[in-house]
T-cell receptor, first 111, second 114 residues
Framework: QKEVEQDPGPLSVPEGAIVSLNCTYSNSAFQYFMWYRQYSRKGPELLMY????GNKEDGRFTAQVDKSSKYISLFIRDSQPSDSATYLC???????????FGTGTRLQVFP | DTEVTQTPKHLVMGMTNKKSLKCEQH?????MYWYKQKAKKPPELMFV???????INESVPSRFSPECPNSSLLNLHLHALQPEDSALYLC?????????????FGSGTQLSVL
């Protein structure tokens, strides 16, 4: 079993839709949870960062962490064509400088 | 300046060549990273430098040789690579190399080994 599982997609939605992206993980010791967005031929860019369980909102983006279920989500409201990218979840333990990435979900938002 | 700059953007090399990838940041970050990313795969950690000292080597073959000349610069020296080493090589930096820090990535060097 991989440490972090993520559906690779592609996920194709119309403009304006609510998008839900998810990751599951196996190591209950993970404490820091992140979502990165990666456009084609570019480096990943940090979108959301959450410590332990709970929700965090930033504009159209909401990140949720459910540590009891070992499940994290990223919601995108009012999706735009410019949101078309690969979304990578990532997580880490306390006191390490190593991130564990999911495989990434490719999202396509069509006009 | 919140950028991590990588050069070159593209590199084609033969299996007998020696080349170097360069990475630069001016954010005062003290941790710098090399990642390798194959198409449609997540980034894989190769090396971490923390305060200019190599702190993590993820069992990377010796044909990849990292170097951190100072806190702003990170190099990756390449020698006798194999075609399967073709990938996007990403540099990243963070403030001090702690797990709760934001990683800033460069745009990468797309490497093709012929």
């Amino acid at each position: 079993q991989k440490e972090v599982e993520q559906d690779p997609g592609p996920l194709s939605v119309p403009e304006g839709a609510i998008v839900s992206l998810n990751c599951t993980y196996s190591n209950s010791a993970f404490q820091y949870f992140m979502w990165y967005r990666q456009y084609s031929r570019k480096g990943p860019e940090l979108l959301m960062y959450t410590y332990s369980s709970g929700n965090k909102e930033d504009g159209r983006f909401t990140a949720q962490v459910d540590k009891s279920s070992k499940y994290i989500s990223l919601f995108i409201r009012d999706s735009q064509p410019s949101d078309s990218a690969t979304y990578l979840c990532a997580m880490s333990l306390i006191n390490t400088d190593k991130l564990i990435f999911g495989t990434g979900t490719r999202l396509q938002v069509f006009p | 300046d919140t950028e991590v700059t990588q050069t070159p953007k593209h590199l084609v090399m033969g299996m007998t060549n020696k080349k170097s990838l360069k990475c630069e940041q001016h954010m005062g970050h003290r941790a710098m990273y090399w990642y390798k990313q194959k198409a449609k795969k997540p980034p894989e950690l190769m090396f971490v430098y923390s305060y200019e000292k190599l702190s993590i080597n993820e069992s990377v073959p010796s044909r990849f040789s990292p170097e951190c000349p100072n806190s702003s610069l990170l190099n990756l020296h390449l020698h006798a690579l194999q075609p399967e080493d073709s990938a996007l090589y990403l540099c990243a930096s963070s403030r001090a190399g702690q797990s709760n820090e934001k990683l800033f990535f460069g745009s990468g060097t797309q490497l093709s080994v012929l």
